[in-house]
C-alpha cells in the first residue's frame, strides 16, 4: 500500500534545501576564487619592483688641478711646511735629527696644558716658587738663558708660567714648570719624549725641558707636528700669538718672535744656541671664502752667512732667543755671544715667513661637485635587463686643497624611497681631502623605466 502525500513531502524538502546550498556553496566559491585571482593580479601589477641599487664606490680619486707650489726651501739646514687640516706636508730633502734649542719648549708647553688644562682667558692654578725654582734662575741668568727672575715664595699662574715659557722662551721658567708638574725634570722630559711618539714625531728626542742642552734633536717635519699639537690647544695658541706680555719682576714685554702680530703671523716659536743655530717655526692662516686652515713653516739649522754686515749690535737677545739686559758669557759647552744669537734669527725670521707665506698661497678652492654632476648609478633590473639612471648632485661642494692633492670619493646608498622619482634622495657622495669632509645628497637624474602592467602581471 503506497505512503501517503504527507510522509513523502518532508523528504523532498530536504532535497530541495540541499541543492540550493549547494548552488550557493558554489556560487560563493567562485566568487572567492574570482576576488583572489583579482587580488592576486592587482598585486603583481601594482606591487613595486626592487629599489634602484647605488653600490658604493671606495676610494675613487681625483686631484687639485693646477701646479705644485714652488717652495722658498733654504740652501742650508732643513725646512719644512705643514697645513695640518689638508693633510699636506713638504720638506726641504732628507732630514735627521738636529738640536732644536727653544723649540724643545712648544713640547713643555703642550706636556703641561695635556696635565693642567686650562680655558681660553683662564689663568689657571696659581704655582708658588719654591728655592730650587729660584736657585735655577740664578744658574740660568749667568748662562743668559733666562730674562724673567724668580724669587722663593712669588706666586706665578700657569698662564703667566707659560707666557714666560712660550713669549720669552725663560729656560728657569721650564725647569720650574717641569719640576711643579713631574717632581723632576728627568720624569718630565720622559711625558715629553711619550708625547712625540705620540704625534709620529718619530725622530725628536729630548733630554731637557728647556732645549738648552743640544742632545734635544728633531727635524723641520717634527717640529711642526709639535707646533701643530700646541696651535690645537687655544690657550697654546693665544700666547704665542700675543704680541706682547706682562710678567711680573719683569713688566711689559715684547714677543720674541718678532714675526708674531705682522703679515698674518700667529705663532710660535723660536731658539738658537751655538750648536743649534737658527730655528724657528711660523704658522698663519689662509682664509678663503670664510674657511680658515692653519698653515705652518720650519726652518732648523740656519745660520747667518756674514755679520760683518750688520754694523749695529742688538740690545738684547739670550740663548733661547729671550732678551737679556747683560752680554752673554762664554762658555764651553754652548759658546755664543749675544750678538751671535741675534743674527741668525734676523736671517731665519724672513725666510720661514717667506716659505709661510708660499704655502699659504698654495691653498686654492677646489670644486668637486655641482648640482646636476654624475656621481653614481642606480641600477635597476627586471626583464632580464639592467636599466641605469645616473645619480647626480643636488647642490654645489667645495673643499680646499693644494695642486697635486688627491681628493677622495665614496657614495653610500640611503634607505630607497617609495617613489623612484628624480625629487628623491636616493644617496649621498662623500668627498675627503685631509680633515676635510663634505656630503653631498644625491637624487636620480630621471624617472626608473618600468615595465607594463602585462609584464608585472605575468612574472612574480
Known sequence: MPAPDWVERPQHT??????????????????????????????????????????????SYSLVRGSAPALPWPTVGQAAVAIPSLGYAQQSGLEGPVPIASLTK???????????????????????????????????????????????????????????????????????????DAGTESAFVTKMNSLATSLGAVHTHYVDASGFQPQSVSTAADSLRIAAAGMAIPAFADVVGMPTVSIPLVGTVHNIVTEVGTNGVVGVKSGYTAQSAGCMVLAGYRTIRGRSVLVMASALAQREQSSAAVTSPPTASSATGAAAATPASTMTTAPYSALEAQYPLRYTGPLVENLLHAAEAAVVPVAVAKPGTALGTATSNWGGVRHEVRAIASQDTWLLGVPGQRVVLDTTSLAAPRERTPHNQVGAARFTLGKQTEIVPLRLLHTVAEPAWWWKLIHS
Do not use: C
Open 106 to 180: 712648544m713640547a713643555t708647553a703642550v706636556v703641561i696644558l695635556h696635565d693642567h688644562p686650562i680655558a681660553l682667558n683662564a689663568s689657571g692654578p696659581s704655582i708658588t716658587i719654591t728655592a730650587a725654582d729660584a736657585a735655577q734662575f740664578d744658574v740660568d741668568l749667568q748662562t743668559d738663558q733666562t730674562n724673567v727672575p724668580l724669587q722663593v715664595g712669588e706666586t706665578l699662574t700657569e698662564l703667566q708660567m707659560l707666557e714666560a715659557l712660550l713669549n720669552q722662551s725663560a729656560d728657569d721658567i721650564a725647569y720650574s714648570l717641569a719640576v711643579w
Open 14 to 59: 530536504r532535497r530541495r534545501r540541499n541543492r540550493r546550498r549547494i548552488k550557493w556553496s558554489l556560487a560563493v566559491l567562485i566568487v572567492v576564487v574570482l576576488l583572489s585571482g583579482g587580488l592576486l593580479a592587482a598585486q603583481r601589477v601594482s606591487r613595486p619592483l626592487a629599489q634602484p641599487t647605488l653600490p658604493s664606490v671606495r676610494h
